[in-house]
């Protein structure tokens, strides 16, 4: 099981990971894929991929990786992730709870909203197999997301790339 616990509400969410497997989550050769998903607790284990596509009012929770997670067409999710790169394309009202080691890039995205991916505590309380010994998310994201660079890391999320910024005018990007 995974508590999750998120530090503005101090509520606590029970995650059965392996109960995850949604009929709309499907492992590719290049990493795991959820789509269609409404309302859904989505509990995302290391892998070199993830791929969040038609989601809307979901909350993902994703172990850190030395991957890539690609998010597309999603509306009112929260998500919690730790990666190498981060890209987010053509989605609105979302909230991303983000460490990565290059800058998180958007793309066609309106009401975003960015903050420190240690805003979720559950990893602390998990008993996920290669997670033992693991007590910060520091430690998670070294150990088990492989990051080298753990300073710029945890304050990628204030750096956030947007695609159409970069050819014409910056986006409106809100802080958690």
Same mark, same amino acid.
């Given at each position: 099981?995974?508590?999750?616990?998120?530090?503005?509400?101090?509520?606590?969410?029970?995650?059965?990971?392996?109960?995850?497997?949604?009929?709309?989550?499907?492992?590719?050769?290049?990493?795991?894929?959820?789509?269609?998903?409404?309302?859904?607790?989505?509990f995302v284990r290391t892998a070199k991929a993830v791929f969040i596509r038609r989601c809307s009012n979901c909350t993902v929770y994703a172990l850190p990786t030395d991957g890539s997670l690609f998010i597309s067409d999603c509306d009112g999710c929260t998500v919690?992730?730790?990666?190498?790169?981060?890209?987010?394309?053509?989605?609105?009202?979302?909230?991303?709870?983000?460490?990565?080691?290059?800058?998180?890039?958007?793309?066609?995205?309106?009401?975003?909203?960015?903050?420190?991916?240690?805003?979720?505590?559950?990893?602390?309380?998990?008993?996920?197999?290669?997670?033992?010994?693991?007590?910060?998310?520091?430690?998670?994201? #070294?150990? !088990?997301?492989? $990051?080298?660079? *753990?300073?710029?890391? &945890?304050?990628?999320? #204030?750096? !956030?790339?947007? $695609?159409?910024? *970069?050819?014409?005018? &910056?986006?409106?990007?809100?802080?958690?």
């Amino acid at each position: 099981k995974l508590v999750a616990t998120q530090q503005a509400d101090h509520e606590k969410e029970e995650i059965e990971p392996a109960n995850n497997s949604v009929a709309a989550k499907e492992e590719t050769a290049s990493g795991e894929v959820f789509t269609d998903l409404n309302g859904q607790v989505i509990f995302v284990r290391t892998a070199k991929a993830v791929f969040i596509r038609r989601c809307s009012n979901c909350t993902v929770y994703a172990l850190p990786t030395d991957g890539s997670l690609f998010i597309s067409d999603c509306d009112g999710c929260t998500v919690y992730c730790a990666s190498h790169q981060l890209r987010v394309k053509s989605s609105v009202r979302l909230s991303l709870y983000t460490w990565c080691t290059s800058r998180p890039v958007i793309e066609s995205c309106s009401e975003m909203l960015f903050g420190g991916y240690d805003a979720w505590q559950g990893l602390l309380e998990s008993e996920v197999s290669h997670a033992e010994g693991l007590l910060t998310h520091a430690e998670w994201a #070294t150990k !088990v997301g492989h $990051f080298k660079d *753990l300073d710029w890391a &945890q304050k990628s999320y #204030t750096q !956030v790339d947007d $695609f159409h910024w *970069l050819k014409q005018s &910056q986006s409106q990007i809100g802080r958690a």
